[in-house]
């Protein structure tokens, strides 16, 4: 009962002073986010301590950047594409008029 009213009082005191408006947000977006379990874990702990801590609280502004830093980054990684070298050096090779071997075959010069 206690936790209840005083979980009340902060929002009460957060809605006034106006800090509170960012701190919502932040429980929603680590539920959306596909980030793994342990992360997710360590984000709703810091979380807690930054709603906790309220207004007073000197580390409020390191525990907003951190959890924006964790919920900025890309958890989901894209399959690898597989490279195809033949095509890339066609590529590489129509792109660079003006550039011919030398007789040797080890470097490029510029044609005049």
């Keep these: 009962m206690l936790r209840e009213q005083l979980k009340v009082i902060q929002e009460e005191l ?23 379990d342990e992360v997710r874990k360590k984000a709703l702990s810091e979380l807690k301590k930054l709603e906790t801590g309220g207004s007073q609280n000197h580390e409020s502004s390191v525990i907003r950047n951190y959890l924006d830093l964790m919920l900025d980054l890309p958890w989901v990684t894209e399959e690898k594409k597989s490279i195809d070298i033949a095509e890339a050096r066609t590529v590489l090779e129509s792109n660079h008029n003006g550039l011919e071997r030398s007789r040797n075959g080890s470097s490029s010069t510029l044609r005049s």
């Design 14 to 36: 957060h809605e006034s002073d106006g800090t509170g408006s960012g701190d919502a947000g932040y429980r929603e977006r680590i539920e959306q986010a596909k980030m793994p």
